[in-house]
């Protein structure tokens, strides 16, 4: 097989720095609602956030907004929806948003909670998807980011189910086995719930270097968070991990020392692909 001419994307965060301008210790950087020439950099803490929500009942997620800055007064900003059209769009009457969320003084974060409802039972095992954005009610000018809300149904899983030390390798891999690597390492990875009882995290080895990879657990189905290793072969065209055409089938009244996860390498064909890919999952005993 050819092999790829593979480039790597170094992302530099802001944030980063911002935190790392200096070496010396200094005040944090208070914030002055009256100098317009004063901006900040306000976003969200994640790009997206799962909101699983029980059968026939309700679930719930906190969102952090958050500021590279401290202020001596509360800062307001508007929680806006987005209507994109898409047909996954999730409707309004299964979602519950605040108008608005609030940074207190001297603080760098504030929080909100959305609500997610299956009304009329209307939801189903597929996510659908509401897109949120912030917006200033003061005059300075912010750096301002969107999130993502992924709203679908959940089965009940055993909080001892994934849980612990496993070994992961690939099963089919096409990428990095052609450039003498692996789309994921041989490797013992700690797998950890995520940010809600459906959810299972570990960071693993890929083709592009460390990554957290997130399972989602959705009635019976092994669904692979997109995971973006920061490469690619075709400029402006990423190489990512997506989730699979099929995906894994797995029985919580039947656990397994051993899983396989499948997912789609190469989605948008930055490499040649996409490729149907899978790893598996070891138990260590």
Excluded: H, W
């Excluded at 993502?148 to 070994?167: H, K, N, S, T, W």
């Excluded at 789309?183 to 009882?197: K, L, Q, R, Y």
Aim: proline letters at 5%.
């Amino acid at each position: 097989m050819r092999t790829m001419k593979i480039i790597k994307i170094k992302t530099i965060l802001l944030i980063m720095v911002l935190a790392l301008a200096s070496c010396d210790e200094k005040d944090p950087e208070i914030f002055d609602g009256n100098n317009t020439d004063n901006q900040v950099l306000v976003g969200f803490s994640d790009q997206q956030y799962n909101l699983p929500i029980a059968f026939e009942s309700n679930g719930t997620v906190d969102v952090d907004v958050e500021s590279t800055t401290l202020s001596s007064q509360d800062r307001v900003f508007n929680i806006d929806t987005i209507n994109t059209g898409d047909d996954n769009e999730a409707l309004p009457e299964t979602y519950d948003i605040p108008s608005t969320v609030t940074i207190p003084a001297g603080e760098y974060i504030g929080t909100f909670t959305i609500t997610g409802l299956d009304a009329d039972m209307v939801l189903d095992t597929s996510p659908r998807f509401v897109q949120i954005e912030l917006s200033s009610q003061s005059s300075p000018l912010y750096s301002i980011q969107q999130a993502q809300i992924r709203l679908f149904e959940f089965c009940p899983v055993p909080a001892d189910f994934l849980v612990g030390e496993y070994e992961i390798e690939d099963v089919s891999a096409t990428i990095g086995p052609a450039n003498d690597s692996a789309n994921f390492a041989s490797e013992t990875v700690t797998i950890e719930i995520g940010e809600s009882d459906t959810e299972r995290v570990f960071t693993a080895t890929i083709i592009g270097g460390e990554e957290q990879v997130t399972l989602d657990l959705i009635c019976n189905e092994f669904i692979l968070r997109e995971v973006d290793p920061g490469i690619f072969c075709t400029e402006d065209t990423p190489y990512i991990y997506s989730e699979a055409s099929s995906n894994t089938i797995y029985d919580i009244n039947n656990p397994q020392n051993e899983y396989i996860i499948n997912y789609t390498e190469d989605p948008n064909g930055s490499c040649g692909g996409p490729f149907n890919s899978s790893f598996s999952l070891t138990k260590v005993e």
